[in-house]
Nanobody, 115 residues
C-alpha cells in the first residue's frame, strides 16, 4: 500500500501561480508512473500531467506551457508548478501513482482560481 498526501492548494487570482506537492510513503523512484488529476464540480476527473520513473512527462493540452510536473526522488515528493492560473483550473487536484498493476490516490487538495 502506497500512501500519497497532497498539499499546497488554495485560493488564488487569475494569473497567479501555485505549487502543489505530493509526498509518497514509498520512494517515488519505485513508482512506475505518477501523475496529477483534477476534478471540477459536476465534471469527470481528468488527467493533468504525468511523470515516469525516467522523468518522461506528459501534459493535457489545456495546461501545456503553464504547468510543470516534476519529482524529487530523494524527498519522495512530486510537484505540480502551476503558472498563469485560470478560473477554469479550479478543481480538486489529486495525486496518483501506478505500481505493479495497482493504483493509488491521494485525498485531494482544492485549488480555487477566482477574481
Amino acid at each position: 500500500q502506497v500512501q500519497l498526501v497532497e498539499s499546497g492548494g488554495g485560493l488564488v487570482h487569475p494569473g497567479d501561480s501555485l505549487r502543489l506537492s505530493c509526498t509518497s510513503s514509498l520512494s517515488t523512484f519505485l513508482i512506475t508512473t505518477m501523475g496529477w488529476y483534477r476534478q471540477a464540480p459536476g465534471k469527470q476527473r481528468e488527467l493533468v500531467a504525468t511523470i515516469s520513473t525516467g522523468f518522461t512527462t506528459h501534459y493535457a493540452d489545456s495546461v501545456k506551457g503553464r504547468f510543470t510536473i516534476s519529482k524529487d526522488n530523494a524527498k519522495r515528493t512530486m510537484y505540480l508548478q502551476m503558472n498563469d492560473l485560470k478560473v477554469e483550473d479550479t478543481a480538486v487536484y489529486y495525486c496518483n501513482g501506478l505500481l505493479g498493476g495497482s493504483e493509488f490516490w491521494g485525498q485531494g487538495t482544492q485549488v480555487t482560481v477566482s477574481s
